[in-house]
């Protein structure tokens, strides 16, 4: 069984600071995909990354996937309270069947 | 366009009650599935299907049932309802990148069960 693990957890912060959230695993991913989630609503995919090393920008949300494909983190520029909610990422396996991490929530204070 | 729709958008069941969450999705989309969400858990894979007429479990099959006889529908059936059923549930359609489109996933709005 594949597996992945974000961290942190949990995280609050100020209006305006950075951040950077991570998701790993000891397993190689086809793909990888972040998604948000708000409260009483079901995930929005964010972004999609196949490649290696690959990095992809959203505004002030970017992107990594790994070299190997193992790992991937969300870093978010001058976090803004509508960033609030829960992160979870996603890794493409075999069958075509993604495998979710556990989710970081995330509160931005204004 | 609806995208992925669910309901009931919440149930409270007994223990050993069955019933059958709907889904539905208006985007021709092949790939459809099941996921439960607990806290802490991220979503699990319960079932899922490539195409109508063709189902496969995921990663906690046990208690649930699928069917799949049209592309828009995928409904999912609690067969006896027990307590650690509580959860929410997500259905969702995908369709998948081809050259340099990316693989998209839609989730529904989710139901929330309550199994006393």
């Known amino acids: 069984t594949q597996l992945l693990e974000q961290s942190p957890q949990f995280l609050s912060i100020q209006e305006g600071e950075n951040l950077t959230v991570y998701c790993n695993s000891s397993s190689v991913f086809s793909s990888l995909q972040w998604y948000r989630q708000e409260p009483g609503e079901g995930p929005v995919l964010l972004v999609t990354v196949v490649t290696g090393g690959e990095v992809k920008k959203l505004k002030r949300l970017t992107f990594q996937f790994g070299d190997a494909r193992k790992d991937s983190s969300l870093h978010i520029t001058a976090a803004q309270p509508g960033d609030t909610g829960l992160y979870l990422c996603?890794?493409?396996?075999?069958?075509?069947?993604?495998?979710f991490g556990g989710g970081t929530r995330l509160m931005v204070k204004p | 366009n609806a995208g992925v729709t669910q309901t009931p958008k919440f149930q409270v069941l007994k223990t050993g009650q069955s019933m059958t969450l709907q889904c539905a999705q208006d985007m021709n989309h092949e790939y459809m599935s099941w996921y439960r969400q607990d806290p802490g858990m991220g979503l699990r894979l319960i079932h899922y299907?490539?195409?109508?007429?063709?189902?496969d479990q995921g990663e906690v099959p046990n208690g649930y049932n699928v069917s799949r006889s049209t592309t828009e529908d995928f409904p999912l059936r609690l067969l006896s309802a027990a307590p650690s059923q509580t959860s929410v549930y997500f259905c969702?359609?995908?369709?998948f990148g081809r050259g340099r489109a990316p693989d998209t996933q839609y989730f529904g709005p989710g139901t929330r069960l309550t199994v006393l």
């Open positions: 969702a359609s995908r369709i």
């Open positions: 299907s490539v195409g109508a007429g063709i189902t």
């Open positions: 996603a890794g493409g396996g075999a069958g075509n069947m993604l495998t």
